[in-house]
T-cell receptor
Framework: GQQLNQSPQSMFIQEGEDVSMNCTSS?????WLWYKQDPGEGPVLLIA?????ELTSNGRLTAQFGITRKDSFLNISASIPSDVGIYFC????????????FGTGTRLQVTL | DTEVTQTPKHLVMGMTNKKSLKCEQH?????MYWYKQKAKKPPELMFV???????INESVPSRFSPECPNSSLLNLHLHALQPEDSALYLC???????????FGPGTRLTVL
């Protein structure tokens, strides 16, 4: 099925650094969601975005719904070791009720 | 409470076995989903239930049989699976009219 372009594919950063990742699509999206997944566990919802231009924070996490409705980014400030995991963006394209399209994932590794 | 529970956590089965995966949510969500996830890949949608009725089947082989006994429960019956069906099986739910899906912790299935 269709996947979103998510970058970077992986990141190795030091504890305390800020992180930025993004997702882009050729289609217009109604919703953007950001999930974090630990190995062997289910994705955990971090932030949900519903309107173009919306900027939402959840602790050290900030995400934005792009003005064109075709992209979104997630920032993590002052990374800590427990931020390690795979981050997926997901969205619902217009006209595809009940179906989420997922990004390919960004694998984040944090070194001390 | 945004919790979706899944049992069992791990399952090993032979190709001739019949087994079932269970999913439960008590958030009053009327849409429930089954996903399959292979290592290092995003989740792939299998089935969607809306108001306990199957609304989407993503051309899943008949050896996977979903069932929604009531608004809180979702089962996935497995029969005559193949080794390539080994994966993490995720259940999710969402309020009807919302794109925001909440995932369970998953069942790690190994088919021998």
């Amino acid at each position: 099925g269709q996947q979103l372009n998510q970058s970077p594919q992986s990141m190795f950063i030091q504890e305390g650094e800020d992180v930025s990742m993004n997702c882009t699509s050729s289609s217009i999206f109604n919703t953007w969601l950001w999930y974090k997944q630990d190995p062997g566990e289910g994705p955990v919802l971090l932030i949900a975005l519903y309107k173009a231009g919306e900027l939402t924070s959840n602790g050290r996490l900030t995400a934005q719904f792009g003005i064109t409705r075709k992209d979104s980014f997630l920032n993590i400030s002052a990374s800590i070791p427990s931020d390690v995991g795979i981050y997926f963006c997901a969205g619902q394209p217009t006209g595809t009720a009940s179906k989420l399209t997922f990004g390919t994932g960004t694998r984040l590794q944090v070194t001390l | 409470d945004t919790e979706v529970t899944q049992t069992p956590k791990h399952l090993v089965m032979g190709m001739t076995n019949k087994k079932s995966l269970k999913c439960e949510q008590h958030m009053g969500h009327r849409a429930m989903y089954w996903y399959k996830q292979k290592a290092k890949k995003p989740p792939e949608l299998m089935f969607v239930y809306s108001y306990e009725k199957l609304s989407i089947n993503e051309s899943v082989p008949s050896r996977f049989s979903p069932e929604c006994p009531n608004s809180s429960l979702l089962n996935l019956h497995l029969h005559a699976l193949q080794p390539e069906d080994s994966a993490l099986y995720l259940c999710a739910s969402s309020p009807l009219g919302s794109d925001t899906q909440y995932f369970g912790p998953g069942t790690r299935l190994t088919v021998l």
